[in-house]
């Protein structure tokens, strides 16, 4: 069975550019959850979605946004993007019911560059 | 909200040697705390779990204990080998509602000498 798979794997952009990340769940898996790791910080929680909805955000401005399609994947998007920025963006999965009380299961994530 | 704090940061042990790893919260009523590694390169996976109705749980080579009264929990690996080098993460969720959430300590890095 396939893991969680995020796309891109790496992905540069300057100040001021917006960029797309994307992620599509664990089949049967209905929540998935947005983590930035930035270098020395460990996991901040991002955004949650189920079934199409957002549940929940952590404290990050509005210009971090995202969505959950039909099909249970999930876009995250940044907007005038700065150099903070900079981090691995880790998405997780979670079967319907759980939510972050059972194991989230996590892709490889995808390295934004911020120049 | 929660707070989570893992101490050390950083830790070195010889193969063979017991590893320990405490982590802290702030909340009383955290009830679900949940460790996970997180290998270079690779995202972080569930090794083990403990839930607030029990004082510690075992898996192998692997334990963790809850301390309810003093609002710690710790990571035992017995038997250190070199692939148990990684980053390990703590959490503790926090169940308030709409904000429930679970938060994740920084992260203790672990070198195992071979």
């Known amino acids: 069975e396939a893991g969680v798979t995020q796309s891109p794997t790496h992905l540069i952009k300057t100040r001021g550019q917006q960029a797309t990340l994307r992620c599509s769940p664990i089949?049967?898996?209905?929540?998935v959850y947005w983590y930035q790791q930035a270098l020395g910080l460990g996991l901040q929680f991002l955004l949650w979605y189920d079934e199409g909805e957002e549940r929940n955000r952590g404290n990050f401005p509005p210009r971090f946004s995202g969505r959950q399609f039909p099909n249970y994947s999930s876009e995250l998007n940044v907007n005038a993007l700065e150099l903070e920025d900079s981090a691995l963006y880790l998405c997780a999965s979670s079967p319907p019911g759980q939510g972050e009380t059972g194991e989230l299961f996590f892709g490889e994530g995808s390295r934004l560059t911020v120049l | 909200g929660e707070n989570v704090e893992q101490h050390p940061s950083t830790l070195s042990v010889q193969e063979g040697d017991s590893a320990v790893i405490k982590c802290t919260y702030s909340?009383?009523?955290?009830?679900?705390f949940p460790w996970y590694k997180q290998e270079l390169g690779k995202g972080p996976q569930l090794i083990i779990d403990?839930?607030?109705?029990?004082g510690e749980k075992k898996d192998q080579r692997i334990a963790v204990t809850l301390n309810k009264t003093a609002k710690h929990f710790s990571l035992h690996i017995t038997e250190t080998q070199p692939e148990d080098s990684a980053v390990y993460f703590c959490?503790?969720?926090?169940?308030?509602?709409?904000?429930?959430?679970?938060?994740f300590g920084k992260g203790i890095t672990l070198s195992v000498r071979p």
């Open positions: 959490a503790a969720y926090l169940h308030t509602g709409a904000n429930s959430k679970l938060t």
């Open positions: 403990i839930r607030s109705n029990v």
């Open positions: 089949s049967g898996h209905t929540s």
């Open positions: 909340d009383s009523a955290s009830n679900y």
